[in-house]
């Protein structure tokens, strides 16, 4: 049978991956899809959690439910403003490549 | 849900996350990104969270995955040249990612409700989106008006910043 523990194992890959994709990569779209990826792994742990607690009535807690909601609404607003601001950077820049952005290192 | 099932998705979502960040370009990491937001979809609903399942497609597999797309199509980007790879960066990032990989299966490794199955459901959750919209309109009433500001916020912000400046 398939435990609780499978589907955070699942989360906790998607999470490294995502992880991975932020620090390996180093083209500004491709990490924001990274960000995707991680914001995604957390949702998969909470709604595995609130399957597993079940409540007096016999429906899952719904508040974790409501929150992943929640999450999935500040990702998209994230993304928007992410793409955003990398268009401004491009007409800037005429570069998405993190290694060209060097305006602020030390 | 049969437990192939979960493998067969579970197995497909890690792949295709993997393949977003092993493409060189652009257009095929956004396209595995909606494979595999539509496998992690499907373990949702294996879950018996139907309304989250439905709106992951919606709104990922949707909305996101075109406003990805746009933008890589309105900036014309190329798959990206070989560089001389920082083996240092490398070595540090995929160290890490694998140190947190390692301690977060130590942690569900000593957690005992990992090993426990999932109890069974009393009835079938097919309304759950009236559970969770008398939650949200309820007790989470504050913060749903809050992120809809954030939301207003977001547009305005994005409206400004993607504006040309005048001469």
Redesign the interface.
């Given at each position: 049978?398939?435990?609780?523990?499978?589907?955070?194992?699942?989360s906790?890959?998607?999470?490294?991956?995502?992880?991975?994709?932020v620090?390996?990569?180093?083209?500004l779209?491709?990490i924001?899809?990274?960000l995707?990826?991680m914001l995604?792994a957390a949702?998969?742990s909470l709604?595995?959690f609130?399957?597993?607690r079940?409540e007096a009535?016999?429906?899952?807690d719904?508040?974790a439910?409501?929150f992943?909601?929640?999450v999935?609404?500040?990702?998209?607003?994230?993304?928007?403003?992410g793409?955003?601001?990398?268009?401004?950077l491009?007409r800037a820049r005429q570069t998405?490549?993190v290694?060209d952005i060097t305006s602020l290192k030390f | 849900?049969p437990?192939f099932l979960?493998w067969i998705f579970?197995v497909l979502?890690?792949i295709f996350?993997?393949a977003?960040?092993l493409n060189r370009n652009?257009v095929a990491?956004?396209l595995s990104?909606v494979v595999?937001?539509l496998g992690?979809s499907a373990?949702?609903m294996s879950?018996?969270?139907f309304?989250?399942g439905i709106?992951?497609v919606l709104?990922?597999a949707g909305?996101?995955m075109v406003?990805?797309l746009f933008?890589?199509m309105?900036?014309d980007?190329r798959a990206?040249e070989r560089?001389r790879i920082n083996w240092l960066?490398?070595v540090?990032?995929?160290g890490?990612?694998?140190i947190?990989?390692i301690q977060?299966?130590v942690v569900?490794?000593h957690?005992k409700?990992?090993?426990?199955?999932?109890?069974?459901?009393?009835?079938s959750?097919t309304d759950?989106v009236w559970?969770?919209g008398r939650?949200?309109f309820t007790?989470?009433n504050l913060?749903f008006q809050i992120?809809g500001v954030?939301?207003l916020v977001?547009?305005i912000?994005?409206v400004f910043?993607?504006r040309r400046e005048p001469r």
């Open positions: 049978m398939i435990t609780l523990g499978d589907y955070l194992v699942v906790a890959i998607l999470f490294t991956i995502g992880l991975a994709g620090m390996l990569r180093r083209n779209i491709v924001l899809m990274s995707e990826l995604n949702n998969l709604v595995a609130s399957r597993f079940v009535n016999g429906v899952p719904y508040n439910q409501v992943v909601f929640f999935i609404t500040v990702a998209a607003a994230e993304v928007a403003v793409l955003a601001l990398l268009v401004a491009y998405t490549d290694g | 849900m437990p979960f579970a979502t890690v996350g993997a977003v960040v652009p990491s956004a990104l595999s937001f992690l373990l949702f879950l018996d969270a309304f989250v709106i992951q709104v990922y909305a996101v406003l990805f933008i890589i309105l900036l980007i990206e560089r960066a490398a540090g990032g995929i890490v990612a694998v947190l990989l977060i299966c569900v490794g957690f409700d990992a090993r426990q199955t999932f109890p069974q459901l009393a009835r959750t759950d559970n969770i939650l949200l007790n989470y913060p992120i954030l939301v977001a547009t912000g994005v910043l993607s």
